[in-house]
């Protein structure tokens, strides 16, 4: 039998070996923790350059960049660190209150409404609304140009548009979710103008030399701030010393200068930071009602008039449709089914860009006399409400063919015994009982195309769901305002529901 020799260690050897062991062990714990660093979630644009454009690499550039990059290095973060989040200028404040990012740098405007939600670091730009047309527009020369039913695109949810609804009643207001979607629409011809801040504009500008211009003065006085949680006054005091120290040290100048100088613009004076910045005892009591209630009852109205007008065409197309899909021609049934896999699998918001943007400002197809005052909001109505009914229609379509099946093979057998043509037969013997049938289901299709209306507000029309995001952005009345709109589309379902429940069963075909 073979005895295992094991070596015998020595006290002292026994000792070196346990202090290399923990040597090692504290090396590689020491590697962990340099390699796992902090972490800073900063909210910005992707889509404004010389102020916050996200390059073919994926990287962003800009003033807004470099000041939120500069701001981030006082705080003891490396450029590495940052984690960049896209910040529509409708989604602001959630992302804060949310704390999905530590602060905003993204051209954001201080005012009163906003200071009453969110708290402000700054300002470190002060800027003007100006507009932006293309370069052989001659015909708009200045903001007063505008007042004679001229076409106007801006942000929804913005202060230059809120501005333009309130100080100009005689413009065309066009309002999309991104500056660059207006952009497009003035570079087609269907928008005659773009308004925002005027460093906004410039970036635009420079990116296409030629295509664009800037008219008129600066009409308002705009301060950028970065935004924060409201009450954070440590952080808000943190963000003030760095923006200080940017402005001594001449990187602010220097960042400018490197931006948004090729644009044409002269770098101003950096702003004084505002003492009274972060709204303490700014907070303003708004009448919701007194103030909204006859803009609520319109933006209603509408979304009323949207589903009427769906709702008839979805009906209409759906019943083709469903014809189309049990007619004994094979091409007909093939399009009737590609329509509805195609449609139905769709996601609405991509239908309703498509008519806007596809049919309305690239085939120039309005639906509207594009001399008309209303031109811009009527064809907004007409597009959404055709979007509404493509889509709506695939449903329709799908509930009927179901209540076609419920009729008894042998009440078709017959009718073709008779002599009926397929036509007949559809409209005498399966329709009738079809649409008895599913009187249920159709109600519930209805009430989803009550609330896809909301979707409409994505191209501009003033129906509930935009007049919301209005009065969220101008109100800290969070609660209140989503009370409010629920309410109202519970006003407006839940009637739809117990009248076709009450049909459904006064109108049931007895088998």
Same mark, same amino acid.
């Given at each position: 039998m073979e005895r295992s020799i094991r070596p015998q260690l020595t006290p002292q050897a026994f000792r070196r070996l346990a202090a290399v062991t923990v040597l090692i062990a504290a090396l590689l714990t020491l590697s962990a923790c340099g390699g796992t660093s902090k972490k800073i979630t900063i909210g910005t644009k992707f889509d404004q350059p010389g102020l916050a454009a996200k390059k073919p690499d994926g990287t962003l550039a800009g003033f807004d960049i470099d000041v939120a990059t500069y701001v981030a290095g006082q705080l003891g973060y490396q450029p590495g660190d940052i984690e960049w989040k896209e910040a529509p200028s409708g989604q602001r404040e959630n992302l804060i209150q949310n704390r999905q990012v530590d602060f905003i740098v993204a051209t954001y405007s201080i005012t009163d409404a906003r200071k009453q939600k969110v708290s402000f670091g700054g300002p470190y730009l002060v800027t003007g609304q100006s507009l932006l047309v293309r370069a052989d527009n001659n015909e708009i020369t200045s903001v007063e140009s505008l007042q004679n039913h001229k076409k106007l695109c801006s942000v929804s949810g913005s202060t230059p548009a809120q501005r333009i609804k309130d100080k100009y009643p005689g413009v065309q207001l066009q309002q999309y979710d991104t500056y660059s979607a207006c952009l497009e629409a003035v570079k087609t011809g269907a928008i005659d103008a773009l308004s925002t801040d005027e460093v906004i504009l410039a970036g635009y500008a420079a990116q296409t030399p030629g295509a664009f211009k800037l008219v008129g003065k600066p009409f308002s006085v705009e301060k950028y701030g970065i935004g924060l949680l409201k009450g954070d006054k440590e952080l808000r005091q943190k963000i003030n010393d760095a923006i200080e120290k940017m402005q001594k040290t001449g990187e602010w100048q220097a960042a400018f200068d490197r931006n948004l100088g090729p644009a044409g613009l002269s770098a101003p004076a950096p702003p004084p930071l505002d003492a009274d910045i972060n709204g303490a005892g700014g907070s303003k009591r708004v009448d919701l009602w007194g103030t909204y209630g006859g803009k609520i009852l319109a933006a209603f109205w509408t979304t009323i008039q949207l589903t009427l007008l769906a709702g008839v065409g979805a009906l209409i197309l759906g019943t083709m449709l469903a014809a189309m899909r049990l007619s004994?021609?094979?091409?007909?049934?093939? =399009?009737?089914? &590609?329509?509805?896999? *195609?449609?139905?699998?769709?996601?609405?918001? @991509? /239908?309703? %860009?498509?008519?806007?943007?596809?049919?309305?400002?690239?085939?120039?197809?309005?639906?509207?006399?594009?001399?008309?005052?209303?031109?811009?909001?009527?064809?907004?109505?007409?597009?959404?409400?055709?979007?509404?009914?493509?889509?709506?229609?695939?449903?329709?379509?799908?509930?009927?063919?179901?209540?076609?099946?419920?009729?008894?093979?042998?009440?078709?057998?017959?009718?073709?015994?008779?002599?009926?043509?397929?036509?007949?037969?559809?409209?005498?013997?399966? =329709?009738?009982? &079809?649409?008895?049938? *599913?009187?249920?289901?159709?109600?519930?299709? @209805? /009430?989803? %195309?009550?609330?896809?209306?909301?979707?409409?507000?994505?191209?501009?029309?003033?129906?509930?769901?935009?007049l919301m995001k209005e009065m969220i952005e101008n109100t800290a009345a969070l609660l209140a305002v989503g009370s409010i709109f629920a309410a109202g589309f519970v006003v407006l379902t839940l009637p739809l529901g117990l009248l076709f429940s009450w049909l459904g069963k006064r109108y049931a075909v007895v088998r």
């Open positions: 004994p021609v094979p091409v007909l049934r093939w =399009l009737g089914t &590609a329509y509805v896999n *195609v449609v139905r699998n769709t996601p609405l918001t @991509l /239908i309703i %860009l498509f008519c806007s943007f596809g049919i309305g400002n690239t085939l120039r197809i309005t639906l509207v006399d594009p001399h008309s005052p209303t031109a811009v909001v009527d064809s907004n109505f007409r597009l959404a409400a055709l979007g509404l009914t493509v889509y709506t229609a695939s449903f329709v379509c799908e509930t009927l063919r179901s209540g076609i099946n419920t009729v008894p093979l042998g009440q078709a057998e017959a009718a073709r015994s008779l002599g009926l043509s397929f036509g007949q037969n559809l409209r005498m013997i399966l =329709l009738p009982q &079809a649409f008895r049938a *599913v009187l249920n289901p159709l109600g519930s299709v @209805l /009430i989803a %195309l009550v609330k896809n209306t909301t979707i409409a507000s994505a191209i501009g029309v003033a129906e509930a769901a935009l």
